[in-house]
């Protein structure tokens, strides 16, 4: 035993040294993977679209230091576009406060990262910075861009079959105006607050921005400034109407339809087409009030488009690369 312990003793400063090292690069590396099993879980932050409408909504994604933990979301007007907070007059907002699997978390997990609906308030356009404030990391930023537009409105009219008589009224008989609205989704969350999840919708407010003129069809002069009875997600309907019985046969009438962007007050107004006694394809036209108060008409082919402007093929592959990030992680 004596002997062996000589020997190891007798090892060359070499070894001793070449081992010291070995311990102390281990040493090293436990630290830093210490750190950063800490503080990793604050590098994604994700906005969808990252260019909006004023009202429309964001979906915000980002994952937390630690699981169950809040971070605080918050926008900034970078008016200069530097991307640094550094305008005069411009501040910090803050939007919510968010818990990983709490009520703000559009997921209902904890699991290191929380999904946020921001229903954005009137902005100006221009160049924003959206921060994630995580007390157990780093605080981080991204950016968006605020283009105002005015709402796309696509109505229809309808007879008292219902959808199977499009662009027909006869005379004596019901009919209905179904507009699909797409551009800003805040037409169903006008709220008080809508930074909180779940805000529902003011039926009120939202029929208050729009208007049809029904007259041509019901014989009223009246009518032409008739609010709508029913609001949906993206739709809005006049129903209960009766077409008056003075309109002559197989006559062309138009119905036009008026809507406000609720943030970005710009105006659209969209003229659907009907036959009386025989139905008519005529495709609906529209004509936007801009921001500089010029007027631009497009005919819409029908569709009601994409209700969250942004989602194009770089955003879903950035979404996808932060599902296959979290799936890892759960493993």
């Known amino acids: 035993m004596v002997e062996k312990l000589l020997e190891v003793t007798r090892m060359p400063r070499s ?71 550094d305008d005069p007059g411009s501040s910090w907002v803050t939007i919510a406060n968010v818990t990983d699997g709490g009520a703000n978390d559009r997921d209902n997990s904890t699991n ?111 009518d032409n400034s008739v609010q709508p009875n029913i609001v949906h997600h993206q739709v809005v309907e006049w129903s209960g109407f009766i077409a008056s019985k003075t309109l002559a046969n197989n006559q062309t009438l138009n119905m036009t339809v008026t809507g406000t962007n609720p943030a970005g007050n710009l105006t659209t107004q969209a003229t659907a087409y009907a036959g009386v006694n025989q139905a008519v394809n005529i495709p609906p036209t529209s004509t936007s009030e801009t921001a500089n108060g010029t007027a631009a008409t497009a005919q819409s082919s029908g569709s009601s488009g994409n209700p969250l402007p942004g989602f194009e093929i770089p955003t879903a592959l950035a979404g996808l690369t932060f599902v296959a990030y979290v799936l890892s992680r759960k493993r």
């Open 15 to 85: 070894a001793n040294k070449m081992t010291l090292l070995l311990l102390c690069s281990i040493a090293v590396l436990l630290i830093i993977s210490a750190v950063i099993t800490t503080t990793s879980a604050t590098t994604i932050v994700q906005l969808q679209p990252t260019t909006i409408s004023s009202g429309s909504s964001v979906i915000v994604q980002a994952n937390v230091a630690r699981n169950g933990s809040t971070v605080t979301l918050s926008y900034y007007y970078d008016k200069n576009g530097n991307g640094k907070d």
């Open 112 to 222: 290191g990262y929380i999904q946020f609906l921001w229903l954005t308030p009137e902005l100006s356009p221009g160049q924003y910075i959206f921060k994630v404030a995580d007390p157990y990391g780093p605080t981080r930023t991204t950016e968006f861009t605020v283009n105002n537009a005015p709402l796309n409105i696509v109505p229809a009219v309808y007879g008292a079959q219902g959808t199977s008589a499009k662009g027909l009224v006869n005379t004596g008989n019901a009919f209905s105006v179904i507009a699909t609205v797409t551009g800003n989704c805040r037409l169903c969350h006008q709220t008080d607050n809508p930074t909180v999840q779940n805000p529902g919708v003011n039926s009120t407010q939202v029929e208050s921005l729009f208007s049809a003129d029904l007259s041509q069809i019901t014989g009223s002069p009246t």
